[in-house]
């Protein structure tokens, strides 16, 4: 079974520095997806960022992007130039490729982000 | 807009009860997701549906059932709720067969079981 680990339950932040999630996974597919969720306080869950396996690049999203480390089977989220909407919790999440939308969660990272 | 909605916010319930949570979403999605939210322990599967009237165990479906009649309603059902219940609900929904893998979330459901 698929297995995602985040290892650090909260981390924090100066207003417009950066900061970076760490997440590891564990499968045996060569085909899967990644993404990183951010839940805020008291509101729905969204999507922040996606990575394919296949591709090589780096998925960037403006202020968000991620280190794919395929073989390390890593998927660090880094955040540039924080905002105080940033502050939530972040979630990294796995997918196989034939397993339609069934994702497999991480444990969570709590952000806090200091003005 | 994008549209998920978890009927209850928060809800108290005492043990033994049956409880009902009501999912519906408005974006004629195929597939509809219960997980629930515990600290520590980040989001797990209780029970999934790829079309109506289908359903599939997740992760822990043990004390959960679930029901979906229609293809925007998605209810996740405890028989008997119990103390170790308690926790936070989230629905989620996804187009069917060759999407991005994208989750649409509901603001979830905040259950206390005393």
């Known amino acids: 079974a698929q297995t995602v680990t985040q290892s650090q339950p909260e981390m924090s932040v100066q207003e417009a520095e950066t900061v970076t999630l760490s997440c590891t996974y564990d499968?045996?597919?060569?085909?899967?997806?990644l993404f990183w969720y951010k839940q805020p306080p008291s509101r729905q869950m969204i999507l922040v960022i996606r990575q394919e396996a296949y591709k090589q690049q780096n998925a960037t999203e403006n202020r968000f992007s991620v280190n794919f480390q395929k073989a390390a089977k890593s998927f660090s989220l880094k955040i540039s130039d924080s905002q105080l909407g940033d502050a939530a919790m972040y979630f990294c999440?796995?997918?196989?490729?034939?397993?339609?939308?069934?994702?497999?969660f991480g444990e969570g990272t709590q952000l806090t982000v200091n003005p | 807009d994008v549209k998920v909605t978890q009927s209850s916010r928060y809800l108290v319930k005492r043990t033994g009860e049956k409880v009902f949570l009501e999912c519906v979403q408005d974006m004629d999605h195929e597939n509809m997701f219960w997980y629930r939210q515990d600290p520590g322990l980040g989001l797990r599967l209780i029970y999934f549906s790829y079309d109506v009237k289908m359903k599939e165990k997740g992760d822990i479906p043990e004390g959960y059932s679930v029901s979906r009649e229609k293809k925007e309603r998605f209810s996740l059902i405890l028989e008997s709720a119990s103390t170790n219940q308690t926790s936070m609900y989230l629905c989620?929904?996804?187009?069917?067969?060759?999407?991005?893998?994208?989750?649409?979330f509901g603001e979830g459901s905040r259950l206390t079981v005393l």
């Open positions: 989620a929904s996804s187009p069917g067969a060759a999407n991005t893998g994208e989750l649409f």
């Open positions: 999440a796995y997918r196989r490729e034939t397993s339609g939308s069934r994702l497999t």
């Open positions: 499968t045996s597919e060569s085909d899967y997806y």
